[in-house]
């Protein structure tokens, strides 16, 4: 299926693993999108996808600190 065609998505169980969450959003925002930004949604309705998406995120950091590879997850803003 072609996934280019949509900016927008909307993740209902979040990921607690940086690399996993960093392959989602890499899926959305990929070759060929026409939009410049995507737009992610997490359904975070409990501590716990919170907490997921917040492990991800520090994950995220590390991996970018350590390897020098640029993180989608480090260039997004987030709000809760």
């Known amino acids: 299926k072609n996934l280019q065609e949509w900016a927008n998505m909307i993740i ?3 990921p607690s ?3 996993t969450m960093e392959q989602l959003l890499g ?3 990929r070759q ?3 939009a410049d930004e995507v737009v992610v949604e ?3 309705h409990s ?3 919170r907490g997921a998406v917040e492990s991800a995120i520090a994950d995220a950091h590390y991996i ?3 390897t020098g590879a640029p993180q989608k997850l480090c260039l997004a803003s987030w709000a809760f």
Request: with cysteine; proline share 5%; hydrophobic share 25%.
């Open 64 to 66: 970018q600190t350590t």
């Open 47 to 49: 501590w716990a996808y």
């Open 12 to 14: 209902l169980e979040p």
């Open 17 to 19: 693993s940086g690399a």
């Open 27 to 29: 899926r959305c925002h």
């Open 32 to 34: 060929g999108q026409e």
């Open 42 to 44: 997490v359904y975070g």
